[in-house]
């Protein structure tokens, strides 16, 4: 790649300046209507006519429908406009309204002219169903004023246009709307809008996918004679001239119109200041192509800056192979309805049970829509239809109905219908059946298909570590997952729960599992019993017929809370260190309160104050207005040390006042009270002081030393 000279600094910039004329329209409204239509020309007048009536309000509002676009220079941008007047408009009223343009230097483009190369006006004001009643009153042109049939209100009174014109050299644009004063018409008020338009000096426009703003991307397909097209524009200013650079994925710059002077290892090339060039850019192969534009740092001094003004990036796809089949479509439904898109899924979600063998009922289906890879729809006509081949590894047969099971392997000859559709059904065997489909001898797709045999495993977990001993259920405390001895799940299975000779808690007597093979356990606490109760889960109601169990502990407490504390992890930390808090709260018999999410004044104080702190940590750990999680009586919350040292203290406060009865959640003794967690931060200096002390004590001993041997050799 050739890199820009980088001697000097770039100087070459388009600069803006605001146009000086200031240009001011009217609407001289004659009983205007609600609805009022206008055809507004934009003109060069520098303030309105006597005869243009008397204006007595400013626009109370405008406004820019599309703020902002980037373009190209050449290209037409445009964005629609609304403005109202403050108040009402009767007959010989105006309003007026203020132009202003600021610009790249080398424009020549108007306020008045939106194209440099044709004229014509930039913007104007038009509503096609009052056309026939609008007239010019006769003021000299080009300023255009509108009556109409009726009279025009405060509420109804926005009145449309489009502002557009056509840039012609690369920078930012700004046309701006303002307000004329009432008092003086030549004056803008404060109401503005602005149209912003940044216009590349590099951008991409033929190729394989279409030109679109931002214009600094672009796509190709590799091959010996394949191209793209970006165009490159100067500043237009006086002699500059621009420098393009391409590199990667083996690319080079074939040719350019307005004949630029391409380099000899066709890497760069340098662009005239008189006029753009289409550069045309090999994409022989596949990979990503960076082209830049330079800038001349002023009239053909041969240094150019070392900062690209603009950057497009071209992706270049592999050419793609017709007739090979890779980009087919693979569907699969878990039942005998024709899969699709929305259905497909790449494993079974529910296992199919290996012992409806002795059926002829598939279990699953496949459906194939062919597609070759360079092919654009879902599936291709029946024509070029291929071969498809279907085989079946592991457990499970493959039929080409649904009431007939074949075997291992199907071959659908190329003469079948596009879209073919193959069966799966249990085989007897229990396990994983690995599909896969080959179109065109080419692997596209390959489905799994997990057989459930007879249950093996019970896994029991505990999903609530605490119930209430409230009387009252806790939905799916405890949840067992049961699966064969292939790991796979098994739904539609009965699952038999005892808590034994337990009077602490009741569970419910059975459940079935579930498509994932879960089965869900409701537990109910005693009233005034708390303690541990262990589960016995078991694939039978009596215990002589049990031949799968497994157990689980759960825990019956109190919903009011007899203690409330906070730790944290650490007495001392390092600045910024992480901090991990625990908040305690334990019943009156030393359990953790029941698992739940408490509200605000549940626990805490409902307070976006609470807790207090001192040396602050960056966050608000166990805030007393958000509801507090707790497993087995314990919350968590992370927080991080602040970054100078000192203590740092937070304080909790408890809900209710000293002296209120028990709450539904927190024992008399502790409403209103306060609970703290503290701790100490390092000085981030004091391990340097603490080594500098030492090092200091080491040289004075080592003086010493040397002192002492000093007077032994008798060297004063």
Known sequence: MMVPNSHQPYAGNAQVRLNERKIVKTISLKKVSAVAVASLGFGLLSVVPANAGTQTTTPSEISITTPSVTAIVGSTVSSTFAFKPTAALSATETVGIISSLTKPSASSITVADGNAGTG??????????KAATLTSTGYSSPLTTITSAGAITTATSTVAGTITFVPDAPGTYVYTLSGATAADDTVASAVTAT??????????????????????????????ANTVTVTAHPTQATGVRALVTVEGAGATIASGSNTPVIAANFLSARVTAASSSALVINTPTAGTITVKLYNETGNATGIFSTTAANTVTITVAAAAVVGVYAASKVYMNTSTT???????????????????????????NI?????????????????DTKAIVYEIAGAGALGTSNSQRLGSYIAVAAASANDNNVFIYPDGRAGV?????????????????????????????????????????????????????????????T????VGTSDKATITA?????????????????????????????????????????????GVSSVRAKTVTVGLNKATYAPGEKITLTLTALDSNGLGIPDGSYAADALLKNSAANPAMTGGIG??????????????????????????????????????????????????????????????????????????????????????????????????
């Open 510 to 554: 059975s459940a079935v599992t579930n498509a994932s093979g879960v089965a869900s356990f409701d537990v109910t606490g005693v009233s005034t019993k708390f303690g541990a109760v262990t589960v016995t889960f078991s694939n039978a109601s009596t215990t002589a017929a049990t031949t799968i169990s497994t157990t689980a502990s759960i």
């Open 338 to 364: 024709t899969p699709d898109s929305t259905s497909d899924a790449s494993t079974t979600t529910t296992p199919p049970s290996a012992a409806s063998a002795g059926t002829n009922t598939p279990v699953a």
């Open 433 to 493: 059946g690995t599909i896969t489909v080959k179109v065109n001898g080419v692997l596209v797709s390959t489905k799994t298909v997990r057989f459930y045999g007879s249950a093996t495993t019970y896994a029991a977990t505990v999903v609530n570590k605490h119930v209430a001993s409230s009387g009252a259920a806790t939905t799916g405390a405890i949840t067992v997952k049961v699966t064969d001895a292939n790991a796979v799940a098994v739904p539609s299975s």
């Open 619 to 716: 966050t608000t750990p166990f805030l007393g207005s958000a509801a507090l999680d707790i497993v087995a009586g314990v919350a968590t919350a992370t927080a991080y040390a602040p970054l100078t040292g000192g203590p740092v203290t937070i304080a909790w406060t408890l809900r209710g006042t000293a002296g209120d009865a028990s709450s539904t959640n927190l024992d008399t003794s502790l409403q209103g009270a306060t609970v703290t967690a503290s701790a100490i931060v390092t000085d981030a200096n004091a391990a340097l002081l603490t080594q500098i002390d030492a090092l200091n004590a080491k040289i004075v001993a080592l003086n010493a030393l040397i002192a002492k041997i000093m007077k032994k050799l008798g060297v004063k």
């Open 495 to 498: 699952v038999y729960a005892s």
């Open 195 to 224: 149209f912003t338009v940044v216009v590349r000096s590099l951008a991409y426009t033929t190729g394989e996918s279409a030109a679109a703003t931002p214009f600094d991307t672009g796509t190709a397909i590799a091959g010996p």
């Open 367 to 383: 459906l194939v829509k062919q597609q070759d890879a360079q092919a654009t729809p879902t599936n291709v006509a029946t024509a």
């Open 120 to 129: 014509g006006n930039q913007a104007t004001v038009n509503n096609t169903a």
